[in-house]
């Protein structure tokens, strides 16, 4: 809940602290999904998006796939403004996350999506179809987690969680055109169990920089928050089996980044440091996702070849395969894999294992046996001649050369 309670106290300190604070919301077009997409942009959706309405007529819109949503915002003053939207992901429920995928961006500033586990709702705060979904005869309650806490497991209940304005994002931005360009965008699942929820849209006008009150305290500390989560988890934390972490490059620049962001003391200030937290976060996403991508190619690359390989009893060339695939793996999870000049994986697409189970098009070959004339070392390295001495492989035997 603590991360909620900041977001709520941060409306709160700025209508009473005398700012010119103004509900914009009735601007944003279907702003509570009650009509599902009317007003809305969608880009993409793989599966499409699901809706689902509580007793209250809260709406809770659903993905298990990427999708991106936009709405452009139009008749604004120019100046500060705060969105907020109810929102989180889920990842194999009960493991904490390292990947952070699901974002709500306004005016290219952005704020990852809360995980299911960061507004947990206490028992004690519990209160049935208002802020949760418990009732003990139905199907596809909340989960009753560590025997404190209640996190929703469905769309109904995510709905509830809305209605009782859990899971609140929060994100200040600058209109400068009288426009605000508001996304709502998950741009990789990664895994089956991938879960994205969202639901209200609101926004506020705070005014100029000069003008608004503690808001900005509460946004900056939301960010904070997460970029510390991010920077100092330690792999012995839940999640490590699950997902990993990003490059320690990234993650260094990261943990350089907060001491200085936590120095912000004016309003000026304070702004920038939500702007530059914002973009070190979405590195951050990127980051991740690129990581995820690579090791889950090389992770096919490996099933599928070894399946063939196997097969066909090429056993010296899956081994050199193999442990091409385990240099990966373990720079994956030590954080030091190279996405952008990946070393295992160009070595991966050169060998000889490789390009015998796919052809130039990348489509799945077995029928492509080497010549039985064909000499390659127990690496799986074509050879271009008879070495001298050692062993060499020709056609599917090892020969002894003296």
């Known amino acids: 809940m603590k991360k909620n309670i900041i977001a709520m106290l941060a409306l709160v300190a700025a209508m009473s602290a005398g700012a010119e604070t103004k509900d914009v919301t009735s601007l944003i077009k279907n702003a509570d999904f009650t009509q599902e ?11 499409q998006l699901e809706f689902t309405t509580d007793e209250n007529g809260t709406v ?4 298990k796939g990427a999708f991106t949503l936009s709405q452009d915002v139009a008749g604004l003053e120019n100046g500060l403004y705060l969105l907020q939207v109810n929102g989180y992901f889920s990842l194999s429920f009960g493991l904490w ?52 806490y209640y996190v929703p497991s469905s769309d109904l209940g995510a709905a509830y969680a809305f209605n009782g ?91 350089n980044l907060i001491p200085e962001m936590e120095k912000a003391e004016t309003n000026t200030e304070k702004l920038e440091a939500v702007r530059t937290l914002s973009a070190m976060l979405h590195k951050v ?13 090389a992770e096919r690359y490996l099933g599928e070849i070894q399946k063939v390989l196997s097969d066909e009893e090429y056993f010296e060339q899956l081994d050199y395969f193999i442990s091409l695939y385990n240099q990966l793996y373990n720079a994956y999870i030590n954080g030091t894999l190279d996405v952008e000049n990946n070393t295992q994986m160009k070595k991966i697409k050169s060998s000889w294992a490789y390009k015998h ?5 990348g489509i799945h070959s077995v029928e492509g046996q080497p ?16 070495p001298t001495k050692g062993i060499y492989i020709k056609g599917q035997k090892k020969v002894l050369s003296k």
């Open 37 to 47: 997409l009317e007003g809305w942009v969608l880009e993409k959706a793989e599966p």
């Open 60 to 63: 809770a819109v659903s993905s």
């Open 97 to 148: 996350p390292y990947l952070f995928c699901p974002e709500v961006t306004a005016n290219a500033i952005s704020v990852p999506l809360m995980h299911c586990l960061e507004d947990q709702l206490p028992c004690e705060d519990a209160v049935d179809k208002k802020n949760c979904y418990i009732t003990p005869s139905q199907k596809n309650t909340d989960y009753f987690f560590n025997f404190s």
């Open 165 to 255: 304005d859990r899971y609140t994002n929060s994100i200040i931005a600058e209109v400068t055109d009288g426009t605000m360009h508001v996304e709502i965008r998950n741009p990789q699942c990664t895994d089956y169990f991938d879960w994205t929820a969202f639901g209200k849209v609101r926004l506020y006008r705070l005014g100029d920089v000069e003008e608004i009150g503690k808001e900005l305290d509460g946004v900056l500390g939301e960010l904070l928050l997460k970029g510390k989560d991010l920077a100092y988890r330690s792999k012995t934390q839940p999640g490590e089996n699950a997902y990993t972490s990003f490059s320690n490059k990234v993650r260094n620049e990261l943990k």
């Open 285 to 297: 996403m990127e980051n991740q996702l690129a990581y995820r991508t690579l090791y889950k190619e």
């Open 357 to 361: 189970v796919y052809d130039t098009n």
């Open 371 to 386: 010549s039985s004339s064909a000499l390659y070392d127990l690496s799986g390295r074509k050879l271009q001649q008879k």
